[in-house]
């Protein structure tokens, strides 16, 4: 039987360790490494080879459709420009940099813009109630019928929006602040971004939805 896993993780870098250690010998930061306990996957039986037609399929170049490829117009030029034309449906883009530099106000314009020109888009805080985000819309002077707003931090929860809403655009704020109960650690830590951002990376592959994730740069 797989028997649990315990080893340590720096939360600045990712360095694991099987035992803990005050400064990361990686990237020389002090007391950032956090306990992580893994327990064992289940074990499956061995299964028959799966029928043809069943899961993913090997397709040739030629048979590839694009219909889903067309990019999302972003009526700020800068802003698209720096997306290469627009988002493109199925992606996800990962806005980061310090806290305070205006990152929530920025993605709170562009989800009004493209909620009147595309159609629903979600808006997911954990970080600010939606009182707070509709006080600064109206600050800014923004109107959108199809801009949905939800103060949620688990992952399951958004990924339940998600399926309800059906947007065309998903942005989480932040990544930071999102949690799976799948893994034991805590919100923040570099095992739930990887894993949260692993499974909203999935969302979007599977649906076409373009995921916008803020990050915060903090070290």
Request: with cysteine; net charge neutral.
């Amino acid at each position: 039987m797989a028997k649990t896993q315990t080893y340590y993780v720096c939360q600045n870098c990712g360095k694991k360790s099987l035992r803990y250690m005050g400064k990361c010998p990686a990237c020389g930061e002090w007391n950032t490494m956090e306990e992580v306990v893994e327990q064992p996957e289940r074990t499956t039986p061995s299964r028959s080879p799966a029928p043809p037609g069943f899961g993913s399929t090997p397709q040739r170049l030629r048979e590839v459709s694009t219909d889903q490829g067309a990019r999302l117009q972003v009526p700020v030029e800068e802003f698209s420009r720096v997306l290469g034309g627009g988002i493109v449906p199925g992606s996800i883009i990962l806005l980061g940099g310090e806290p305070g530099i205006g990152k929530s106000t920025l993605l709170l314009q562009i989800a009004a813009l493209l909620a009147n020109k595309i159609g629903k888009v979600l808006y997911v805080s954990g970080e600010e109630s939606a009182r707070q985000i509709k006080m600064r819309a109206e600050r800014l002077g923004l109107e959108a019928e199809d801009l949905f707003l939800v103060t949620e931090t688990n992952l399951d929860a958004i990924l339940n929006h998600v399926q309800n809403v059906e947007p065309q655009l998903l942005i989480v704020d932040s990544i930071q602040t999102t949690y799976s109960d799948e893994k034991p650690s805590s919100a923040g830590t570099v095992t739930q971004v990887r894993e949260c951002a692993a499974r909203l990376q999935m969302l979007a592959k599977a649906t076409g939805i373009g995921v916008f994730l803020v990050g915060h740069v903090t070290k």
